[in-house]
């Protein structure tokens, strides 16, 4: 078994697509038939997916998310710019993290790649 589709929600919706985007996220803006305009990217067989919060759907700052990033990629990125950073890069056990914050308070944990 494998995990193959997350989505979140927001209030900030194109904000937040802003941000993802920084991430190196190549999101889509679309709708499945009658459903609401929502952000979406394919990684590899997993989906991820920005839709709007509603009062049955609130945006959850509990989940904390996790990216990799090659470091050519975060060097030349506006990350710095666009998020809020929780904790600046240090090494760990799986290499170069920092952990940031986007606009509805997710920790999103990103690590840089070699």
Known sequence: MKI??????SNNLKEIAEQ?????LQLTYHQHGNGPF??????DDFVFEIYP?????????????????PASA???SSIES??????????TEWGDQL???????????LTISD
């Open 20 to 24: 993802y985007a920084a991430l190196g």
């Open 74 to 76: 975060y060097k030349t």
């Open 99 to 109: 952990v940031l914050e986007d606009l509805d308070g997710r920790k999103v944990v």
């Open 38 to 43: 929502h952000y979406s990217c394919t990684l």
């Open 53 to 69: 919060a509603s009062a049955n759907y609130p945006a959850d700052r509990s989940i904390r998310l996790g990216f990799s990033i």
């Open 4 to 9: 193959n589709l997350l989505v979140i929600r």
């Open 82 to 91: 666009v998020w809020k950073i929780i904790h600046p890069i240090s090494k």
